[in-house]
């Protein structure tokens, strides 16, 4: 890369500013993506053209997924206040933060960054404890800048517009030290010429570097995310990284190894050229090829160690050669914990005939001839258990490297469930439009007849003067008419009728309020109240009323009186608890052998700021390892044809994501099944539409 004047790039960095906020806009059709201009060498402009490592990667990204992006330069300050407004739809690149995620997506990280200690050489400073009563230099705004304010109490900082020209305050003995990131400033150090910097001390707070995306595209992120595996397992990140970095991560140790090897060499090759030619031709050939070798061992082994998948190197006889970072972040295990495939099965795959299957599907998926032909990288999903005992999905790829196999992971758990999740809300959003459609269309009859029954007992009371006067005209009497309809029954039949029609329209009604879509309205609701219109809509339900009879279950209502209101959802809530009663009325008849009547306990309290929700039954019950899977999607015990899998996984949707409570359940088999539900009083965001 050619060296630009510092005048020249303090006019390109002028007009740039001046100018940024009124650039054209992209044409239609391309994505816009913006980066810092002055953050080289990840981003930066190269007489007014965007280059760097970020826009080499961007770039590449979007030729993988056939994308059209426009990549433009600005401000720092200006470029991510655009994409927090939405204004644009990426950044090229942004280090990870929890605040950050708050604000914008961010995708897998592309590389992993350090920060280091500069000092000019001769300076007495060996780590961070020695940055004690010492003026140090950072970026306003950067990483290093909280984490100075944090860790340095004793230290006098000082802040700069770029990193850069904290670089040069320090080369020029202006600041003791700078906390910088190490890999840009080595690049800026050769740039501007100053060799008298080094770092020092060992490597502070990584920090995961991604592509940054406005908040909600997940379209974008996906591809963005698709785009940077691809890019890794054809190499052209690789490429990319050593062009840029490659030579200053490697430029010490290389000068050292080769002013070693002239300080020895020359003198064999005086000593010995004419008698040892040979031996020492074959001598310095075996040396490269170790030197090689070992270089490229250790190549290999930064780019598993700080790739952002899950990666794994075994060897020919089992050996867990290497367990990267994200592995373990992923799925809790070290290299200390699963030295050995045989101590990695049990551990991840606990259900021997699970094991078995998996078991079967490694040999096909790393046998010699497999891999030779390009099988091994055929994606395989299989069930993880975590460290911790925790079911994952997990996405494995596998491709041989001389004896070894590498593998490659990824957590797709949050994607399968968002998709199963989406699925069924569809499927309910039909349901409940076609019930809202049927009840509008039984409340026209029905109110018909409410009204034609209330007019013929009002035509037939003794107690209007005016059916008296009807009744003396045509020769009889109201108490004859009244002793006659007593007589047949006609006035009781008359009452059946009002109330079973009363009775239809209440359940028309609780139809119409639990299908009417909801907008996620958050207001404070009487929880007793929204239970007793789950227990309705459970008595009017067609399935449990004619193929499990709930009239035959007894009904017990614990419910604590002057509870104070929650904030919640209306149909949300009332749909989990119907769901929790729908679940236990198949759970008891599920039990023919049952020696008791069937019977389910709902009961509400109080518990701090809290309120709780218990529906219990004393049904059949179930195993603990029923128990544990009993919120994952499509899981059931039910017959086929019966249910979804989907009512439990959808509640603790509802009640973990949307209103940030707890659902847990409690069972031993034969013992029914208790499940409670836990919902903060004061939920935070009232009468606003939720996420």
């Known amino acids: 890369m050619t060296r630009r004047h510092p005048l020249a790039l303090l006019i390109a960095a002028i007009l740039f500013a001046a100018f940024a906020t009124s650039a054209a806009p992209a044409p239609a059709g391309f994505i816009t993506v913006r980066g810092d201009f002055n953050y080289p060498p990840y981003e930066f402009l190269d007489s007014g053209v965007p280059t760097g490592f970020n826009v080499d ?77 010492k003026t140090v230099v950072v970026q306003r705004g950067d990483i290093m800048h909280d984490f100075a304010l944090d860790s340095l109490p004793g230290s006098t900082l000082f802040t700069t517009e770029s990193q850069e020209d904290a670089l040069k305050l ?196 790393t046998a010699p001839d497999r891999s030779a032909s390009g099988g091994g990288a055929v994606p395989r999903e299989w069930v993880v258990h975590t460290r911790d005992g ?96 007593r007589q047949r029954g006609i006035d009781a039949m008359l009452e059946g009728i009002r109330d079973s029609g009363q009775r239809a329209a209440d359940i028309v009604k609780s139809m119409l309020r639990f299908s009417r879509k909801s907008e996620s309205k958050f207001s404070p609701l009487d929880l007793n109240e929204l239970v007793e219109r789950a227990v ?30 929650v904030e919640c959802t209306e149909t ?10 729908r679940n236990a009325a198949q759970a008891l008849f599920r039990q023919p052998d049952r020696t008791g009547d069937a019977s389910i306990r709902i009961s509400t309290r109080q518990v701090g700021e809290r309120v709780e929700l218990a529906v219990a039954d004393n049904g059949p019950g179930m195993d603990e390892a029923v128990r544990r899977r009993v919120f994952e999607p499509f899981f059931t015990t039910k017959p086929p044809g019966v249910g979804t899998g989907l009512g439990l996984s959808v509640a603790y949707f509802i009640i973990t994501r949307n209103h940030a409570g707890d659902i847990d359940v409690e069972s031993q088999p034969g013992q029914g099944a208790t499940f409670t539900i836990s919902l903060p009083i004061r939920h935070g965001r009232t009468a606003t539409t939720a996420p």
Not at 97 to 115: K, Y
Not at 304 to 331: H, K
Not at 346 to 355: F, K, L, Q, T
Not at 572 to 581: D, K, S
């Open 57 to 133: 990667i961007m770039r590449a990204v979007a030729r993988a997924m056939d994308l059209d992006v426009k990549i433009d330069l600005g401000p720092w300050n200006e470029v991510r206040q655009q994409l927090e407004r939405g204004e644009i739809e990426a950044l090229t690149g942004m280090y990870y933060s929890e605040e950050r995620d708050r604000l914008v997506d961010f995708s897998s990280p592309h590389i992993i960054v350090n920060h280091a200690i500069f000092v000019r050489r001769d300076a007495p400073i060996h780590g961070l404890e020695d940055l004690r009563g």
């Open 170 to 365: 320090v080369a020029r003995g202006v600041h003791d030290a700078a906390l910088l990131g190490k890999l840009q400033n080595l690049y800026l150090a050769k740039v501007n010429g100053l060799d008298d910097i080094m770092t020092v001390g060992p490597p502070i707070e990584p920090r995961r570097y991604c592509i940054a995306v406005r908040e909600g595209n997940e379209a974008l992120l996906a591809a963005v995310n698709e785009g940077l595996k691809l890019i890794q397992l054809s190499g052209e990140y690789q490429k990319i990284h050593d062009r840029w970095f490659g030579v200053y991560e490697q430029r010490s140790f290389t000068r050292k190894l080769v002013r070693y090897a002239l300080y020895a060499g020359v003198p064999v090759l005086l000593l010995l050229l004419a008698a040892l030619a040979w031996m020492w031709s074959l001598s310095r050939a075996v040396r490269a090829r170790t030197r090689e070798l070992h270089e490229s061992r250790e190549h290999f082994k930064s780019v598993v160690e700080d790739s952002p998948l899950g990666m794994a190197v075994t060897a020919r006889d089992g050996t867990v050669r290497l367990i990267n970072r994200e592995f373990t972040r992923m799925l809790g295990y070290t290299a200390q914990d699963v030295p050995t495939l045989d101590a990695w099965w049990p551990r991840a795959y606990p259900d021997p005939a699970y094991r078995k299957k998996v078991l079967a599907s490694w040999s096909a998926a």
């Open 390 to 485: 925790a079911p994952r999905d997990i996405e494995f790829r596998t491709t041989r490297i001389g004896d070894d196999v590498l593998i490659i992971l990824t957590d797709i758990t949050e994607r399968k469930r968002t998709a199963e999740v989406l699925v069924q809300s569809e499927k309910m959003l039909s349901v409940g439009g076609l019930a809202a459609g049927m009840a509008h269309e039984i409340n026209n009859p029905l109110g018909g007849i409410l009204q034609g029954v209330q007019n013929i007992q009002r035509r037939l009371s003794p107690d209007m003067q005016a059916n008296r006067d009807a009744a003396q005209g045509l020769g009889g009497s109201m108490e004859f008419l009244q002793a006659y309809l």
């Open 536 to 565: 309705t809509l459970a008595e009017s339900d067609y399935d449990l009323k004619h193929s499990y009879d709930f009239r035959k279950i007894a009904i017990i209502r614990d419910l604590e009186p002057n509870l104070p209101l």
């Open 572 to 581: 949300e809530i009332v749909q989990v608890a119907f769901n929790l009663l």
